[in-house]
């Protein structure tokens, strides 16, 4: 009993000692910390906060951009090509194939990558490479056979990607670019409106940005 009155006296003894006009430490710290709790409330509930900061909706657009370009500098133009071809392509055991080799990711997507090569109207020979992608299973362990176009006898291929998965080779470009895509001007409007935290709608809404 003795100590509890002691202490009670020291409480009492500290409350006075403080100046007239001061809050005390403990007062101090819950309402400092309303603020931040409020803002985090506040972030949770914003429209744009899933965007992130500027720096992050920048990231992903150029991630999205950087994977659009690939897809469409690499596979894009021999896509079109066997699609329009489709049909024509026989075998041809006049096409050497030089080098083949796939690649599996977590069997979602298999890439492909084949190096023929032909001998030309002219009588010169010419080496092309071939780089194709496919989703849903692996590639490894098929057949390398190559094929020539009977309308185009530049469109040398196998048939694997001409003839057998051409539709897969389709689906698969079409639902990644069309991610990408969709994704990297979603995220470019987002930044446009400033629907992200610390952006023009934030500064709108709540007055001031986040801390």
């Known amino acids: 009993m003795s100590f509890g009155k002691r202490g009670a006296a020291t409480q009492t003894a500290g409350q006075r000692l403080q100046p007239q006009g001061t809050t005390s430490p403990r007062l101090a710290a819950a309402v400092g910390s309303a603020p931040?709790?409020?803002?985090?409330?506040?972030?949770?509930?914003?429209?744009?906060?899933?965007?992130?900061?500027?720096?992050?909706?920048?990231?992903?657009?150029?991630?999205?951009?950087?994977?659009?370009?690939?897809?469409?500098?690499?596979?894009?133009?021999?896509?079109?090509?066997?699609?329009?071809?489709?049909?024509?392509?026989?075998v041809d055991h006049t096409v050497t194939v030089e080098s083949g080799k796939c690649r599996s990711m977590i069997w979602l997507l298999s890439t492909c990558?084949?190096?023929?090569?032909?001998?030309?109207?002219?009588g010169a020979m010419h080496s092309v490479h071939s780089e194709t992608i496919y989703g849903l299973g692996s590639?490894?362990?098929?057949?390398?056979?190559?094929?020539?176009?009977?309308?185009?006898?530049d469109a040398v291929s196998i048939t694997a990607s001409a003839v057998d998965y051409l539709t897969n080779r389709t689906v698969t470009?079409?639902?990644?670019?069309?991610?990408?895509?969709?994704?990297?001007?979603?995220?470019?409007a987002t930044i446009i409106k400033g629907r992200?935290?610390?952006?023009?709608?934030?500064?709108?809404?709540y007055g001031q940005p986040p801390l």
């Open 113 to 122: 990558d084949v190096r023929l090569s032909y001998k030309h109207e002219a």
């Open 196 to 205: 992200y935290i610390g952006g023009r709608a934030w500064v709108a809404q």
């Open 173 to 188: 470009f079409t639902l990644l670019f069309g991610v990408m895509a969709l994704l990297s001007l979603h995220l470019s």
């Open 36 to 90: 931040v709790q409020q803002a985090a409330g506040k972030t949770e509930k914003f429209p744009g906060a899933n965007a992130g900061t500027l720096g992050d909706a920048l990231k992903v657009v150029a991630f999205c951009l950087l994977c659009c370009s690939a897809l469409a500098w690499f596979h894009m133009g021999e896509l079109l090509r066997d699609r329009s071809l489709a049909g024509t392509f026989v």
């Open 139 to 153: 590639m490894g362990g098929k057949a390398i056979i190559p094929v020539r176009s009977t309308v185009d006898p």
